[in-house]
Structure formats: C-alpha cells, structure tokens
C-alpha cells in the first residue's frame, strides 16, 4: 500500500513545485466598464468625424463633377472656335457681305454660349503671368519694361477658376545695351 501512496505524493509534491501563477491584482468592475465605454466613445467620435468628412469630400467632388462636366468638350471646342475666327478676319474685308453679317451672328451666338458655360477669355493686358500666359517669343522694347504683353498670337481660356488652354503671347525684354 504504501507503494500506492507514493505515485500521489509525487504527484502532489510536484503540485507544489509547480504552483499555478496566482491571477494579477483584478481592477475594480467598475473602473473595467468606464475604460471599455471611454475606449467605445473614441472610436464612435473619430468614425463620426470620418464619416462627416467623406459626406463633405464627397458633395465637394460631386459639385466639381458637375461644375466641370463640359471640360473636355470645351477644350475641344476651343480650336474650332480659333478656326472661325480666322475665317471671321478673312470675311471682315467686307462688312457688308451676307457671308460676314452670317458669320458675326454666329460668332455672338458662340460668345454668348461659352459665357454661359462659364469660360471666359483670359485677360491678355498689362504683365506675364507664367500661370495664364505661354510666352512664345521675346521683343526688345524701348519702353524698358521687361514681361510686358507685346501682343497675342492665340487665346487663352479658362472655365471657371481651371485653365483650358493658355494664352500664346509675346513679351516685351530689355534692349541688350550696344
């Protein structure tokens, strides 16, 4: 019998070689609950706020869709319009001509259209700007201000605040001294 006992006692002496780890020190339930809740708002106020900022991201991009929709049909436009108004200085050697009377009504009726679409001509007066202006050649002036506007070789338009093709231009430089 004793034989028997020992097989347990081994057993329960290595029970207290080993014992099981005792549990950390247990927060308070309450403390447990308000972390839980704390942690739960966080998430919810920052899920709100990127919910609030995709609805205005997404109406911005819808308006911008809108707003711009007719931006590749303009710009395609555009160089049929210069076409015509080569036409339109062709036909202008006679004022008096139904081909030219036809061609300025057509040419209000396009004005009139690319208003309404929002495009308008960029202004070509006063200095260079690079952001609106394609410098396509320099002129020496005798006026002595460098990046003025000489003249215009072909329009610019913008739709809107977005540029559609910018101005061809020439600017004025300094005379290089002798």
């Known amino acids: 019998m004793h034989a028997d006992n020992e097989p347990n006692q081994a057993h329960d002496a290595g029970a207290e070689v080993d014992p099981i780890p005792a549990a950390p020190a247990a927060l308070d339930p309450w403390e447990e609950l308000e972390a839980e809740a704390a942690k739960w708002k966080e998430i919810s106020l920052r899920t709100a706020a990127e919910m609030e900022n995709l609805r205005k991201r997404t109406t911005r991009e819808r308006e911008d869709a809108i707003r711009y929709a007719n931006q590749r049909l303009l710009e395609e436009l555009i160089p049929v319009i210069d076409n015509f108004e080569m036409g339109m200085q062709a036909a202008s050697q006679d004022t008096k001509s139904m081909i030219y009377i036809g061609m300025d009504m ?32 320099q ?40």
Do not use: W, Y
Not at 109 to 137: C, K, R, W
Not at 147 to 154: A, E, F, N, Q, Y
Not at 155 to 166: A, C, S, T
């Open 139 to 178: 002129e020496e002036c005798a006026a002595g201000q460098e990046g003025r506007i000489l003249r215009v070789t072909r329009r610019g338009f913008r739709l809107r605040d977005r540029l559609l093709r910018p101005a061809s231009v020439v600017v004025s430089k300094v005379p290089t001294p002798a």
């Open 106 to 137: 057509v040419r209000r009726q396009l004005n009139d259209f690319l208003a309404s679409q929002g495009v308008e001509e960029i202004p070509t007066s006063g200095n260079f700007d690079p952001n609106l202006h394609d410098a396509v050649a």
